[in-house]
């Protein structure tokens, strides 16, 4: 039969065979009862936290120095706008744009000022729509005339402020080509008549880096703080939500305790009124049936009163029978007084010499490892022994029940009761929910409120093994 197999092997509260049916496992972290520490949460919020934060910190810096670029290549421009408008434009004559030795005594005097004031500044031209340069303040480009790229033309179309890499490679800019990397930023200026120029000046990029990293500096400065302050609050937060589930775990397990120990003193009491009270009655009712019947039969001579009242007796003895059977069920005194082994005898004792076709019940009980189980796990033991036993008699039809506790392979107390009875599909009824079989629903709650691991090895016809093993100390 399967407990005869199943005694002979292990069922870790680990990973265990496809076949075991598991109703419970040990709580986590560690033993029922145990109050999460809120370090593991905190570290766990702390770690998300970081990697957000990392991931936002480099998204946004990186975001960040692209704005910064573009925010300092927009202030490059608006100094050209700046001078187009309120310097060049203004000092522009119709004549100009046909003579650019006009251009250069008006507008060099100027230039040379802008070039010794303006930032880094390198180079200014003023381009006919012709691509004929009419001012520079390098005289040797003077009235050359060069193609005009599509952007250039573009600005001029459609007015606009254009600002872009200078292309050294040109031969419009020879020379700047000792300047390094230069940034060019042209538009249109307008002469008094209408006639369209293009104004153009060329800065030292290094000058847009300058401004970029400052700019980049102040965003990262301001965004790194607010993420160092999200996470300081994530934290705090964090700190006290972890306090307070430990608290309310702390809480939990208070009242569960108190919970357990008016349950506990509740059972005990209506015991002790039963015994007390109901089963003394019955028991004297039992005697007065008894004393009737053995008078009538003697002294009255009537036979049919006698059988009656025998009849009646044994009815009540019956019944003081059923109720001290209950009386145990709700209380069992062993378990509370002699402890676990002692009670575990007595269940199989009584399941073996109840009225009807009671099952042979073998008791392997081992007194050392049950007296090593906490009471709260000794409880939990009876009662799935309890539940196993009366499953295995009233449903099972079982005829022989092993029932045995002993140390399992890694040290723990491991509790087995096996039968030989009809056996059931324990995967199809755990995939229900244990839908209708509120044996084996008690056996799980009692298993949880122990803190252990509770398995079914079960299927038609072939018995029951129900294995519940305490969780590591």
Same mark, same amino acid.
């Given at each position: 039969?399967?407990?005869?197999?199943?005694?002979?092997?292990?069922?870790?509260?680990?990973?265990?065979?496809?076949?075991?049916?598991?109703?419970?496992?040990?709580?986590?972290?560690?033993?029922?009862?145990?109050?999460?520490?809120?370090?593991?949460?905190?570290?766990?919020?702390?770690?998300?936290?970081?990697?957000?934060?990392?991931?936002?910190?480099?998204?946004?810096?990186?975001?960040?120095?692209?704005?910064?670029?573009?925010?300092?290549?927009?202030?490059?421009?608006?100094?050209?706008?700046?001078?187009?408008?309120?310097?060049?434009?203004?000092?522009?004559?119709?004549?100009?744009?046909?003579?650019?030795?006009?251009?250069?005594?008006?507008?060099?005097?100027?230039?040379?000022?802008?070039?010794?004031?303006?930032?880094?500044?390198?180079?200014?031209?003023?381009?006919?729509?012709?691509?004929?340069?009419?001012?520079?303040?390098?005289?040797?480009?003077?009235?050359?005339?060069?193609?005009?790229?599509?952007?250039?033309?573009?600005?001029?179309?459609?007015?606009?402020?254009?600002?872009?890499?200078?292309?050294?490679?040109?031969?419009?800019?020879?020379?700047?080509?000792?300047?390094?990397?230069?940034?060019?930023?042209?538009?249109?200026?307008?002469?008094?008549?209408?006639?369209?120029?293009?104004?153009?000046?060329?800065?030292?990029?290094?000058?847009?880096?300058?401004?970029?990293?400052?700019?980049?500096?102040?965003?990262?400065?301001?965004?790194?703080?607010?993420?160092?302050?999200?996470?300081?609050?994530?934290?705090?937060?964090?700190?006290?939500? +972890?306090?307070?589930?430990? =608290?309310?775990?702390? $809480? &939990?397990?208070?009242?569960?305790?108190? @919970? !357990?120990?008016?349950?506990? /003193?509740?059972?005990?009491?209506?015991?002790?009124?039963?015994?007390?009270?109901?089963?003394?009655?019955?028991?004297?009712?039992?005697?007065?049936?008894?004393?009737?019947?053995?008078?009538?039969?003697?002294?009255?001579?009537?036979?049919?009163?006698?059988?009656?009242?025998?009849?009646?007796?044994?009815?009540?003895?019956?019944?003081?029978?059923?109720?001290?059977?209950?009386?145990?069920?709700?209380?069992?005194?062993?378990?509370?007084?002699?402890?676990?082994?002692?009670?575990?005898?007595?269940?199989?004792?009584?399941?073996?010499?109840?009225?009807?076709?009671?099952?042979?019940?073998?008791?392997?009980?081992?007194?050392?490892?049950?007296?090593?189980?906490?009471?709260?796990?000794?409880?939990?033991?009876?009662?799935? +022994?309890?539940?196993?036993? =009366?499953?295995?008699? $009233? &449903?099972?039809?079982?005829?022989?029940? @092993? !029932?045995?506790?002993?140390? /399992?392979?890694?040290?723990?107390?491991?509790?087995?009761?096996?039968?030989?009875?009809?056996?059931?599909?324990?995967?199809?009824?755990?995939?229900?929910?244990?839908?209708?079989?509120?044996?084996?629903?008690?056996?799980?709650?009692?298993?949880?409120?122990?803190?252990?691991?509770?398995?079914?090895?079960?299927?038609?016809?072939?018995?029951?093994?129900?294995?519940?093993?305490?969780?590591?100390?």
């Amino acid at each position: 039969m399967p407990g005869q197999a199943g005694a002979t092997g292990e069922a870790p509260a680990g990973p265990v065979s496809a076949d075991w049916v598991v109703l419970a496992r040990p709580a986590a972290p560690g033993r029922a009862g145990h109050v999460m520490s809120p370090r593991r949460p905190i570290l766990l919020v702390a770690l998300a936290g970081l990697v957000v934060a990392v991931v936002v910190a480099v998204g946004g810096l990186l975001v960040s120095q692209r704005i910064a670029q573009e925010q300092a290549v927009h202030d490059v421009a608006e100094v050209t706008d700046d001078l187009a408008v309120s310097v060049v434009q203004p000092a522009l004559t119709d004549s100009m744009a046909a003579n650019p030795a006009q251009a250069r005594d008006v507008l060099d005097p100027l230039v040379r000022h802008w070039l010794g004031g303006v930032g880094e500044m390198v180079r200014v031209k003023v381009w006919t729509t012709r691509g004929e340069i009419l001012y520079s303040d390098e005289p040797r480009l003077l009235g050359q005339t060069f193609p005009l790229d599509g952007d250039s033309r573009a600005a001029l179309l459609r007015p606009r402020t254009v600002a872009d890499i200078t292309d050294l490679s040109r031969p419009e800019n020879r020379y700047e080509r000792g300047e390094g990397k230069l940034l060019e930023v042209y538009r249109p200026v307008w002469t008094p008549g209408g006639t369209p120029l293009l104004f153009e000046t060329y800065f030292r990029y290094d000058t847009v880096s300058q401004r970029s990293q400052q700019l980049w500096r102040g965003f990262a400065g301001v965004m790194l703080s607010s993420l160092l302050a999200l996470l300081l609050l994530l934290g705090a937060g964090g700190w006290l939500l +972890a306090v307070r589930a430990r =608290r309310a775990g702390a $809480r &939990h397990e208070e009242l569960m305790r108190r @919970a !357990l120990d008016a349950s506990d /003193a509740e059972r005990r009491r209506i015991a002790a009124t039963l015994h007390d009270g109901v089963v003394q009655q019955l028991a004297a009712a039992s005697f007065i049936a008894a004393g009737h019947a053995q008078l009538a039969a003697s002294s009255e001579g009537d036979p049919t009163l006698a059988a009656d009242l025998d009849g009646v007796a044994a009815a009540v003895r019956d019944g003081i029978a059923g109720l001290r059977s209950l009386l145990v069920d709700i209380y069992p005194p062993s378990l509370h007084t002699a402890g676990l082994a002692s009670a575990l005898r007595d269940l199989a004792a009584t399941a073996s010499h109840a009225a009807g076709a009671a099952p042979v019940i073998d008791a392997d009980v081992d007194t050392d490892v049950a007296d090593s189980v906490p009471g709260q796990e000794q409880e939990a033991m009876f009662r799935i +022994a309890q539940e196993s036993v =009366r499953n295995a008699v $009233r &449903h099972g039809r079982a005829t022989h029940i @092993a !029932l045995r506790l002993a140390a /399992a392979g890694h040290g723990s107390p491991a509790l087995e009761i096996a039968d030989d009875g009809d056996g059931f599909d324990a995967a199809a009824l755990a995939a229900e929910g244990l839908e209708g079989h509120f044996g084996l629903r008690l056996m799980a709650e009692a298993a949880r409120q122990g803190g252990g691991w509770l398995g079914v090895l079960s299927t038609p016809g072939a018995g029951t093994l129900v294995r519940y093993e305490a969780a590591a100390g």
